[in-house]
């Protein structure tokens, strides 16, 4: 039991920040905490079945977790909501082409951002990240392929921003 304990001591130290970073680029700062605790919570239920290497089990189990906690249109838009936050308070940079990149994926569908972000933030290969989906190689290979190229087309050709509320100055001076 010591040796278990050890054990997943050692993968919630390794693995924890990027189970984070994952549940926040997906559902917000809000519900990241809480769906970490779950996450590990299961895999110490669960640790005979936890693979090596562990980091895209997890992140397939944090998955399931947002699944069955979040319904998909809250999650979809707390995660536009943050993006924009990133993108609008990122003045220090003033990096005009990441901002650009941000805007973008804040528009781009749920499953073509959850795509871009395992390959581009996480770092998993398309064999680990298409395990995460739950997908054969090949075809996440075909989804990031067309993702990219949405992604590509939305900073090429950004939406146009909202325009401001007009102001009726006849009734406010009435």
């Known amino acids: 039991m010591a040796d278990d304990a050890d054990r997943f001591t050692g993968m919630y130290d390794e693995c924890r920040q990027r189970v984070w970073v994952y549940v926040v680029s997906r559902a917000g700062r809000q519900v990241a905490d809480e769906v970490v605790s779950e996450t590990f919570a299961i895999a110490w239920r669960r640790f005979g079945d936890v693979p090596e290497p562990a980091l895209p089990w997890l992140l397939g189990v944090a998955r399931n977790v947002l699944r069955d906690n979040v319904r998909a249109e809250a999650r979809r838009e707390a995660l536009a909501a943050e993006l924009r936050s990133w993108a609008e308070g990122d003045v220090a940079e003033q990096v005009t082409e990441r901002l650009g990149v941000l805007r973008a994926l804040a528009e781009l569908s749920d499953d073509d951002r959850e795509i871009l972000l395992l390959v581009a933030w996480q ?9 995460v989906v739950g997908c054969s190689s090949a075809a996440f290979r075909v989804r990031l392929h067309r993702a990219r190229k949405r992604l590509e087309r939305a900073v090429q050709h950004p939406a146009p921003a909202p325009l401001p509320p007009v102001r009726n100055l006849s009734q406010e001076w009435s």
């Open 123 to 131: 770092g998993l290969s398309p064999k680990e990240a298409a395990r």
